[in-house]
């Protein structure tokens, strides 16, 4: 059975940071195309950053220079830093896991999803 477990949501005012995390287990991250995904209230979830088997990371543009994505493979863990946070970054936040190679970006080609973590950024 494989879990994503997310943590570390909450509110901040612009400007400030927040740090992700999602402990997994029955997955091995260093195995997997690791993600971090968001929605917001009527919006498609669309994909944040993404780390493939290779350890190279990707970012959305719209969060391009503000977040930073890292994954611990021993720990099993993934972590997104968030730094100059903007109202627009206000979503829920789903780690996700793809078994394999490659970079995948579409929210369907993940397998396996946490329960999200709710972050809100207030002007």
């Known amino acids: 059975q494989v879990d994503l477990v997310e943590s570390g949501g909450g509110s901040v005012q612009s400007g400030g940071s927040l740090t992700l995390s999602c402990a997994a287990s029955?997955?091995?991250?260093?195995?997997?195309?690791m993600g971090w995904f968001r929605q917001a209230p009527g919006n498609e979830r669309e994909w944040v950053a993404i780390?493939?088997?290779?350890?190279?990371?990707y970012y959305n543009n719209s969060v391009q220079g503000r977040f930073t994505a890292s994954e611990d493979n021993y720990r099993n863990t993934l972590t997104l830093q968030m730094t100059n946070l903007k109202p627009e970054d206000s979503a829920i936040y789903y780690c996700?896991?793809?078994?394999?190679?490659?970079?995948?970006?579409?929210?369907?080609?993940?397998?396996?999803w946490g329960q999200g973590t709710q972050v809100t950024v207030s002007s």
């Open positions: 996700a896991a793809r078994p394999g190679p490659g970079f995948w970006s579409r929210s369907s080609a993940f397998s396996y």
């Open positions: 029955g997955i091995a991250t260093g195995d997997s195309c």
């Open positions: 780390i493939t088997t290779t350890g190279t990371d």
